[in-house]
């Protein structure tokens, strides 16, 4: 799986638009983009994946840039309740294999 | 709700001790696994149950069992716990195997285990 860095805490005002980065230089023509993010004391929680196009759905965007090697993970207003550590993940979709989150970004929103 | 349930929610357990932490999906998902996460890591798999009747090692499967006792049970023994296996354990289930990583991949909301 390729490598992915984040940076470690980020601070966002609860209604602003979040804009989480993820460098993965390495990524490989068939290695897919997750983001998962876990609040304190729960388990890790599904936000989005992406290949190469640019993917939203109801909790986020995912930007994918055009060579591949960074993405964004956007929460276009962010609220209390997306204090969370997000991670960011690059992997084949096959296989059995333990789910790599790394550190992550811990995102804190504020009032 | 739907989801995936693990009991219990917290456990102090005696090293040399047994015990079996439980999950149950109802989802109607095909595979599902148990992972460890440590204060600073990333989570690690342990066992997975790609379907009903098969259980696979994982990463980390020393000093754990595990038996997938329908599609929707997949328990998590410890024979003799020890101190190394304090952690907080994650059950996990998706519907197309590992496939995808993405929306079908569900966690628990986690066990977490002391062994002193």
């Known amino acids: 799986d390729a490598k992915t860095t984040q940076p470690p805490s980020m601070d966002c005002a609860e209604g602003r638009a979040a804009n989480l980065p993820c460098n993965h230089s390495t990524i490989s023509g068939n290695e897919y983009v997750y983001w998962y993010r876990q609040i304190h004391s729960q388990g890790p929680q599904y936000i989005i994946h992406g290949l190469k196009n640019n993917e939203t759905n109801e909790m986020a965007s995912l930007i994918i840039t055009e060579d591949r090697k960074s993405s964004t993970l956007i929460l276009p207003h962010a609220t209390l309740r997306d204090t969370a550590v997000y991670y960011c993940i690059v992997r084949v979709p096959s296989g059995y294999s333990t789910l790599t989150f790394g550190k992550g970004t811990m995102l804190l929103v504020s009032p | 709700n739907a989801g995936v349930t693990q009991t219990p929610k917290f456990q102090v357990l005696k090293t040399g001790q047994s015990m079996t932490l439980q999950c149950a999906q109802d989802?109607?998902?095909?595979?599902m696994y148990w992972y460890r996460q440590d204060p600073g890591m990333g989570l690690r798999l342990i066992y997975y149950s790609a379907s009903e009747g098969t259980t696979d090692k994982g990463e980390v499967p020393n000093g754990y069992n595990v038996s997938r006792l329908n599609k929707r049970e997949f328990s998590l023994r410890l024979e003799s716990a020890a101190p190394s296996q304090t952690s907080v354990y994650f059950c996990?289930?998706?519907?197309?195997?590992?496939?995808?990583f993405g929306y079908g991949y569900t966690f628990g909301s986690g066990t977490r285990l002391t062994v002193v």
């Open positions: 996990a289930s998706s519907e197309l195997g590992a496939g995808g």
């Open positions: 989802m109607n998902h095909n595979s």
